[in-house]
T-cell receptor
Framework: KQEVTQIPAALSVPEGENLVLNCSFT??????LQWFRQDPGKGLTSLLL?????REQTSGRLNASLDKSSGRSTLYIAASQPGDSATYLC???????????FGSGTRLLVRP | EAGVVQSPRYKIIEKKQPVAFWCNPI?????LYWYLQNLGQGPELLIR????????DSQLPKDRFSAERLKGVDSTLKIQPAELGDSAVYLC?????????????FGPGTRLTVL
């Protein structure tokens, strides 16, 4: 059974700081791993999708890495801005069904 | 390109009343998902459709929840009767088989409050 854990549950940083969000999963036989952003009262916005054959993906100031052997993924945010404040969720599909198993998220606050 | 559309955005009902949520996926996406999200938690899958067929409904409480996806496009999720514990956000997502490793795109959700 796939379990996804995100640490820390909450993070507060000053503007401009580089930061790393962590995601761990128990079943390394994942097909891909997806990072989402969720603003309060909103749906989920897909940020990055890493295929199981990839090591990392980049989009602007975001870089996500995937290490299947250790069951870990990280989301790196460079030069954080107040607009980055949101909850960040990672999710991995359970077997070939593509049923996403989500972590509980990391609530990020970037202080001006 | 329009994203996933859901309506209503908010719904407040009394317990034991019926309620329905509607979802229109991204055009061309053959796979549609309904998720439930409780406060402070990640979403949990309720049901997944491939075209018109429900291929995974193992987490759907079938005594009170039902869903349909007629013609393989729009979908409706219904609760009858609603209970206090059903208060949550109901999210719809869609993906295109074989594209981008099944990257899922989510709608804004329907926030349900049962009084």
């Amino acid at each position: 059974k796939q379990e996804v854990t995100q640490i820390p549950a909450a993070l507060s940083v000053p503007e401009g700081e580089n930061l790393v969000l962590n995601c761990s999963f128990t079943d390394s036989a994942i097909y891909n791993l997806q990072w989402f952003r969720q603003d309060p009262g909103k749906g989920l916005t897909s940020l990055l999708l890493i295929q199981s054959s990839q090591r990392e993906q980049t989009s602007g100031r975001l870089n996500a890495s995937l290490d299947k052997s250790s069951g870990r993924s990280t989301l790196y945010i460079a030069a954080s801005q107040p607009g980055d404040s949101a909850t960040y969720l990672c999710a991995a599909p359970m077997d070939s069904s593509y049923k996403l198993i989500f972590g509980s998220g990391t609530r990020l606050l970037v202080r001006p | 390109e329009a994203g996933v559309v859901q309506s209503p955005r908010y719904k407040i009902i009394e317990k034991k009343q019926p309620v329905a949520f509607w979802c229109n996926p991204i055009s061309g996406h053959n796979t549609l998902y309904w998720y439930l999200q409780n406060l402070g938690q990640g979403p949990e899958l309720l049901i997944r459709y491939e075209n018109e067929e429900a291929v995974d409904d193992s987490q759907l409480p079938k005594d009170r929840f039902s869903a349909e996806r007629l013609k393989g496009v729009d979908s409706t999720l219904k609760i009858q009767p609603a209970e206090l514990g059903d208060s949550a956000v109901y999210l719809c997502a869609s993906s295109l088989e074989g594209h981008g490793g099944y990257e899922q795109f989510f709608g804004p959700g329907t926030r349900l409050t049962v009084l």
